[in-house]
Every structure is written in structure tokens, then in C-alpha cells.
């Protein structure tokens, strides 16, 4: 994956938040920043009243996570998302962006939870739970290529640290799409992919309309 890193003066929890914000707000061209705070690295990831998922632990990370930096907007819907910092092993004497997890209200319901599968040889991804959503959802090759493209099944910082991750893209009961997904890179740096995110919400709620 791209890495996104803060070296010297700029290892800072504030200064990453800052620039995380400033990211989100440069991609999404928001009039008013989102809302952001810091969380320990220690902690499961999920201040009081989010609709985010736990964070996950995984083996064979080339860093431990030092802190996530949460961020909450209002436009041009509502949504949040959470930014793992890893620091110390293969990241020395720096922090470096890891996932990032998108939880975004949805516009309609599902009777149950429907989740994106892991590719298959000779087959495409494919949605799977239930039945009435998946059908709807595996219907749009364009919806499904872009929920594949946005749900990593592997990262790493370089081809030679790479470990392997369990698909997380997903819509929950209530209902709420949850992507965990990896920044990208730009002409001009990296974004937080917070676009496909949304564009893939919209085309969700179409699909299930």
C-alpha cells in the first residue's frame, strides 16, 4: 500500500490528526472540517456513540497500532471513519497510515447482514447473507467491481511485507455499510479513498431501493 508517514518533529498524535483532516477535507472539497479526535492505541478503536466496528488485531503486522485518529463529518453525508497509526517495528522512527474503517448510515434497511466474499479462483467477488440483498447487490457488475477494488484481502508497505487480512465491506442491519479499506495514492500525495466509499454507499442504496 501507498504509505502515508510522519518523520521527526512531525510524529506527533495532533499533527497526524491535522493532517488526516486536512486530507479528508482536500478530497471531499467540505466547506467545514470534520469533527476529530485522538484515541490511544490500546483501546478497541470506538468512541462512545459510533456505529464503527471494534478495531481487529492482526498477525504478522510489520508495526504495533500507536494510536487511531477518528474523524467524523456530516457532508456530503454522514459518516465516519477510523485511521490506524502504526509505529516501531518495520515503521522505525516514524508513524505510518494503516487501515482505515468507513462505517456510513445507509438510506434504507436489510433483513439481514450482507457481506462481500473473498475472491475465488476462476470467480468474481460475490455479496453473500441475505439472500433478498445479495441478489439485488450481485446484480450490478460495476457496484460489485468497485466493492472489490475498495476491500483489500492483503497489504503491506512493499511486495516483500505483505500480510494477508480477512475482507471487511459488509452492510449491517439498521442499516450501515462498513469498509475497511487502505489510502491511496494521488498526484499530489495520498487520499483516504473516502470518495469510492461514499460513491459506493450511494450505489448501494440504489441497488437496494
Partial sequence: MPVAGWRGRDRDPQVVAADLARALGAELRLERPPFVRVLAGETDGVPAGSLLPARERFTGMPA???LFVHL???EPRPFE???SV???GAVRRAFGLGFL???VPLGVRVAGRVALGERRRGRASAFAGDPAAAERLNADPELLALAAALAPSAAGPDGARRWAVERLLAVEPGATLVVRTLHRPTAT???LAAEPVLALAAMIEGALA
Avoid: F
Fill in 101 to 103: 474503517v468507513y462505517a
Fill in 86 to 88: 502504526l509505529g516501531g
Fill in 72 to 74: 467524523d463529518a456530516c
Fill in 64 to 66: 504495533p497500532t500507536q
Fill in 189 to 191: 500525495g495520498w487520499s
Fill in 81 to 83: 471513519v477510523r485511521a
